[in-house]
């Protein structure tokens, strides 16, 4: 037995509940089922638990644009990220569609049919589902295992390794040494978090990443609210925040030399000029060439300064019974060690896809708009920004698939592809030079060097091109319906 749907959509994280959300808004006539593979809706903000976890992003731009976040702290705890999708799915009952612990296993598209088959697992029985239009909001990254370099001598360490991806609830670091491997964004986390209980934690970095200070809280913010509705001072401390992060992306792209060294002079201010900035927090590649780290309150630099934690920037040459020796020699005591080393990249969820039989290989497509296909027919994927806050795209993606469905029902049509018009050079898909990307180079897809295969790290352009731009540019409409009055698409 199948059970059929206008639109299944894979994961019930903020992508998928805001496609949820606008597929009711936009598309009330569609219905729709969420099949997520784990026991609770979340996705990333259920799956990390590792302590301190937080936004990277401000939440008035990680946040939905049609739910006000209103809590005081713009830069979020994760709970309270997973509170605020608790609230999003049940107020606008997307709670309802939901089916948890239903994971995808393969999905295939019929052209005949116009349809989806999509096979989900549940508890060890094969779900089928049926749907004219497959929508991806799985994240980008694998959920079961996490990027971990294979250290020499692992396995004679007598404490613990842990990832913080798979962070376990028994683990006791009061009192211990600590040493966190890695300088990203989760690290930048653990360090003070843990070092409120641990004897003394070391973050042990291969090379510097750009880390800025920013308040928890954002005074405009919490000022707009004291005088306007709600949703008018959301509405524009986002615009606000998109404006400026915008505008000193632009400026650090434009002048990275000058960028480079006013984040290291903040840096400076924050650790005093005795500090040995130049090592490790000074790296050799330039501003958003990756991802900047953003500590709230400057929690990290006050933890360094109070001595309750240090910074070595080092390479490791092999695991001890008793810590690390590094390639320097000197040697890291540890009780515990933490391998902040990364995510392992994974589109699609990992879900293999054919067309009318045969294989769709991922690494040799091209992305149309950064959201779908050339010649992968009713399916789109939800996938954010690099320099900006994930949401941002995530609800554009949903807006423009809703146009999509809208404009094939007013049409007659059944089927809409994005088809390479005209010659178009490939480009790598993220201009991106971290560690997890560059793993993943081989296994991505490409994007092209003009519109619409150009993947745009640009807020304002996208909301003109896929809210108010033309769906037709470089985009197939066909498979007319049986007859002019069928209801589905």
Known sequence: ??????????GAGISGIGAAYHLQANSPDRSYVILEGRARL???????????????????????GFKPWTDAKAIADGPSILRYLDETARENAIDRHIRLSHRVTRASWSTSEARWTVVAEQDGVERVFTCAFLFLCSGYYNYDRGYAPDFAGAGEFAGRIVHPQFWPDDLDYAGKRVVIIGSGATAVTLVPEMAKQAAHVTMLQRSPTYIVARPSTDAIANGLRRVLPAKAAYALTRWKNVLVQQYFFGLARRHPEKAKARIVEMVRGELGADYDVGTHFTPSYNPWDQRLCLVPDADLFATIRAGKAEVVT???????????????????????????????????????????GVAFETAKAMTYKGMMFAD?????????????SWTLKADLTATYVTRLLNAM???????????????????????FTSGYVTRAAGALPRQGARKPWRLHQNYLRDVLALNYGSIDEEMEFSNPLPHPDHAAA
């Open 409 to 431: 029902r007013k049409r007659g049509m059944r089927q809409v592809t994005p088809r390479v018009g005209a010659p178009v050079e490939a480009m790598p898909f993220l201009d």
């Open 314 to 356: 080092d390479t490791i040459e092999r695991f001890t019974p008793t810590g690390l020796l590094l390639a320097s020699g000197r040697a890291l005591e540890a009780d515990v060690v933490v391998t902040a080393t990364g995510l392992e990249i994974q589109l699609l969820g990992g879900v293999p896809i054919t067309v009318d």
């Open 42 to 64: 979340g996705g990333t903000w259920d799956l990390f638990r590792y302590p301190g976890i937080r936004s990277d992003s401000d939440m008035y731009t990680l946040g939905f």
């Open 1 to 10: 037995m199948s059970e059929h749907f206008d639109v299944v959509v894979v």
């Open 376 to 388: 992968l027919p009713n399916f789109a994927l939800s996938f954010g920004y690099t320099n900006a």
